[in-house]
């Protein structure tokens, strides 16, 4: 269960304590009062963002919230199923 956002300035300072300070997620999560898991899933949004450490000067505190945070996709979005039987049979090919 997802639970609150942290504020930018502690997300700031998980960052920062991670690659200015090379410290470890527990130890990130005492300093921060948050737990060792919430420090590898802002760790995580980072880098599946393309982002590191330091974020650009540029971007706004609303800006990098963007960025780990983007929107969930469209209510309308459909995902599709595999092919469960092509997948099959591919996987039975040149099976005696």
Same mark, same amino acid.
């Given at each position: ?10 997300i #700031? ?6 690659? @200015?300070?090379?410290?470890?997620? !527990?130890?990130? /999560?005492? $300093?921060? #009062?948050?737990?060792s898991?919430?420090?590898? @899933?802002y760790?995580?949004?980072? !880098?599946?963002? /393309?982002? $590191? ?9 609303a800006?990098v ?32």
């Amino acid at each position: 269960m997802p639970g609150k956002m942290l504020s930018m300035r502690k997300i #700031g300072e998980v960052l920062r304590l991670k690659y @200015e300070h090379c410290r470890s997620n !527990r130890e990130i /999560g005492i $300093s921060c #009062g948050i737990g060792s898991s919430t420090v590898s @899933e802002y760790i995580q949004r980072v !880098r599946r963002a /393309g982002s $590191s450490w330091p974020l650009p000067e540029h971007l706004s505190e609303a800006a990098v919230e963007q960025l780990l945070f983007p929107p969930p996709p469209p209510q309308g979005c459909v995902r599709r199923w595999p092919d469960y039987p092509s997948i099959q049979g591919s996987c039975n090919r040149g099976r005696v």
